[in-house]
């Protein structure tokens, strides 16, 4: 077998994992066909890139398993005009695949660490619709507010006020809910004229959202 082929045959493969976890979704699983998983994980367990698994990155952090990914951005039925929040950029991954879905996206993430090594990755992979801040996610972007769409990648106990405030009325966010050390559910937020509707579509295991901007050491 070739390189070339090889590489076909993973890709097809990590597609068809993506299909039989439930994402369906011609759009989502385009993007997610574009972005190479490979340049977000990095070091030891880099060759585990195009495995269906959530796998260690740094600052202790994990990024997500790519079905995951894909229901979480599935669920948030992205239109190309959409300006997306999302709330823990971790390695970048799911950010990238949010860029070839909406019109902007912004991400925030409390280490400055990961922040610097996905900026590094969108560079290379030229997602100019890409904005990262060092910041406390739970606040949102009270300047770029409001968002059409906000996903949220880490764990909060309830949907935290201030990213509730910053989705407009149609809008849509889908967050993990629950404590941190147990399993949590994913649940979908729909903003209406009158108020919220929320859904829950699964169960999930997400790092826990913490609070405040982390300390060199953390
Ligand atoms: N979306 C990521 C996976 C994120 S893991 C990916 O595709 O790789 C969750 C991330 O949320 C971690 O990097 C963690 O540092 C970050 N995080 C936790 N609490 C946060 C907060 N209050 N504000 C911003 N980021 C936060």
Excluded: W
Excluded at 23 to 50: H, I, S
Excluded at 78 to 104: C, F, K, N, W
């Amino acid at each position: 077998m070739t390189e070339q082929d090889a590489l076909a045959e993973r890709k097809m493969q990590f597609l068809f994992a993506l299909r039989s976890k439930g994402v369906t979704d011609p759009a989502v699983l385009t993007a997610m066909e574009k972005v190479d998983r490979g340049p977000f994980v990095r070091g030891l367990f880099a060759e585990r890139a195009y495995e269906d698994t959530p796998l260690p990155i740094a600052c202790g952090q994990t990024i997500s398993q790519p079905s995951v990914v894909g229901l979480m951005t599935q669920a948030l039925e992205v239109s190309p005009r959409d300006s997306v929040l999302e709330v823990g950029t971790g390695s970048g991954y799911q950010a990238a695949i949010l860029s070839h879905l909406a019109r902007r996206v912004y991400t925030v993430e409390r280490h400055r660490r990961l922040v610097r090594e996905a900026k590094q990755v969108f560079d290379a992979m030229g997602l100019v619709n890409v904005t990262s801040f060092i910041s406390d996610g739970s606040f949102g972007l009270p300047d770029q507010a409001p968002f059409d769409r906000i996903i949220v990648t880490a764990a909060a106990e309830d949907p935290p006020g201030p990213l509730l405030a910053q989705l407009k009325i149609g809008g849509i966010m889908v967050v993990p809910v629950g404590q941190s050390d147990a399993v949590q559910s994913l649940i979908r937020v729909r903003r209406t004229e009158t108020g919220f509707d929320y859904d829950e579509l699964r169960s999930v295991r997400f790092v826990p959202l913490v609070e405040g901007v982390a300390r060199e050491t953390e």
